[in-house]
């Protein structure tokens, strides 16, 4: 018969798991990087490629992918972030069809699951800019600064104290570098299986300030071994914020439910969709 002419090609969901099987295989596999896994990176590099929207002028957020580009890779809060970027050029040139943004934003939610976190429904639909759309530097949090700090950059993104406190809750991954914001150590013990942690901790240790040349941080009385930013401590010490950091410390579920929702928002900032939200993709996590 006739060959059916090929229209460009238009992937399924089918096909952004099979990019989410792909990426979750290269963080099973690729173990000797931190404290074993690429995952906490992989969620920063998604949350950092966000976080720069500005709702008054719909400026910035996922959409762009523009920390490809200096001067924004060069911006002093993606310092490491490079790391995240150059583990993802494997899985884009598997699969050169998905967008820079859309891949960094799917490999932020296929992190969370993959340690452990709770389901983060996902949709395409960024497409990647150039230079010009790089966004100015400062608009991502700075760790030395206090709750009013927060509540000006998040409440830039739109963001309410509720959830202001459950994205903080990512800070359960990973670990700060004195390489790259000179901070140092982890927040916990399980730095690469998402939990309520953090919050716990927050809680029920005894943070004090670190005796180093380094920047202004705490850490724990018990051990001496876990790390509190002057921006987490300000959770417990605002009223406001802390009263969701004791609801997150208490429960784990109302944490994962309270997290999901506010992570979905956090990687759609800005996103000119034309699927609904319903239309959104929620991945298989592996075995
Ligand atoms: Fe964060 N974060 N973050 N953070 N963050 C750092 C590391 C991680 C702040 C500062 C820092 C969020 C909010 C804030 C992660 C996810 C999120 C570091 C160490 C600093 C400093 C970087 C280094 O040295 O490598 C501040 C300030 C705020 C808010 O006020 C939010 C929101 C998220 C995600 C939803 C993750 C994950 C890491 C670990 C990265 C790694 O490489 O292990």
Same mark, same amino acid.
Request: net charge negative; aromatic share 12%.
């Given at each position: 018969?006739?060959?059916?002419p090929?229209?460009?090609?238009?992937?399924?969901?089918?096909?952004?798991q099979?990019? +989410?099987?792909?990426?979750?295989?290269?963080?099973?596999?690729?173990?000797?990087?931190?404290?074993?896994? +690429? *995952? @906490?990176?992989?969620?920063?590099?998604?949350?950092?490629?966000? =976080?720069?929207?500005?709702?008054?002028?719909?400026?910035?957020?996922?959409?762009?992918?523009t920390?490809?580009?200096?001067?924004?890779?060069?911006?002093?809060?993606?310092? =490491?972030?490079?790391?995240?970027?150059d583990?993802?050029?494997?899985?884009?040139?598997?699969?050169?069809?998905?967008?820079?943004?859309?891949l960094?934003?799917?490999?932020?939610?296929?992190?969370?699951?993959?340690?452990?976190?709770?389901?983060? @429904?996902?949709?395409?639909?960024?497409?990647?800019?150039?230079?010009?759309?790089?966004?100015?530097?400062?608009?991502?949090?700075?760790?030395?600064?206090d %709750? $009013?700090?927060?509540?000006a950059?998040?409440?830039?993104? *739109?963001?309410?104290?509720r959830?202001?406190?459950?994205?903080?809750?990512?800070?359960?991954?990973?670990?700060? %570098?004195a390489?790259?914001?000179?901070?140092?150590?982890?927040?916990?013990?399980? @730095?690469?299986?998402?939990t309520?942690?953090?919050? $716990?901790?927050?809680?029920?240790?005894?943070?004090?300030? $670190?005796?180093?040349? =380094?920047?202004?941080?705490?850490?724990?009385? =018990?051990?001496?071994?876990?790390?509190?930013?002057p921006?987490?401590?300000?959770?417990?010490?605002?009223?406001?914020?802390?009263?969701?950091?004791? $609801?997150?410390?208490?429960?784990?579920?109302?944490?994962?439910?309270?997290?999901?929702?506010?992570?979905?928002?956090?990687?759609?900032?800005?996103?000119?969709?034309?699927s609904?939200?319903?239309?959104?993709?929620?991945?298989?996590?592996?075995?």
């Amino acid at each position: 018969g006739e060959a059916t002419p090929k229209g460009p090609f238009v992937p399924t969901q089918a096909d952004y798991q099979k990019v +989410y099987d792909a990426i979750a295989d290269r963080l099973a596999n690729e173990t000797d990087y931190d404290d074993g896994s +690429y *995952g @906490p990176v992989l969620v920063r590099l998604a949350w950092h490629a966000s =976080g720069t929207y500005d709702k008054e002028t719909g400026t910035g957020g996922s959409n762009g992918a523009t920390m490809r580009f200096a001067p924004e890779s060069d911006h002093g809060a993606n310092a =490491g972030l490079k790391h995240a970027r150059d583990f993802l050029e494997p899985i884009k040139a598997q699969f050169p069809w998905i967008t820079y943004s859309d891949l960094w934003t799917l490999a932020g939610s296929a992190a969370v699951q993959e340690l452990g976190g709770p389901k983060i @429904p996902w949709r395409p639909g960024r497409a990647d800019g150039d230079i010009a759309a790089c966004t100015p530097d400062g608009r991502l949090p700075d760790a030395s600064k206090d %709750h $009013r700090h927060i509540r000006a950059v998040f409440g830039r993104m *739109g963001f309410d104290d509720r959830e202001m406190v459950a994205l903080c809750g990512a800070h359960s991954l990973g670990r700060a %570098h004195a390489d790259r914001s000179g901070f140092d150590g982890p927040w916990d013990f399980s @730095p690469t299986v998402f939990t309520n942690e953090f919050f $716990r901790l927050l809680v029920d240790e005894k943070w004090n300030q $670190r005796k180093w040349n =380094g920047p202004a941080q705490f850490t724990d009385k =018990g051990t001496s071994t876990l790390m509190m930013l002057p921006t987490d401590l300000a959770l417990v010490k605002d009223k406001a914020f802390k009263q969701h950091v004791e $609801r997150y410390a208490k429960d784990s579920d109302v944490f994962f439910q309270e997290f999901a929702d506010v992570y979905v928002k956090l990687l759609e900032l800005g996103v000119p969709f034309k699927s609904k939200p319903e239309d959104r993709f929620v991945f298989k996590t592996s075995e």
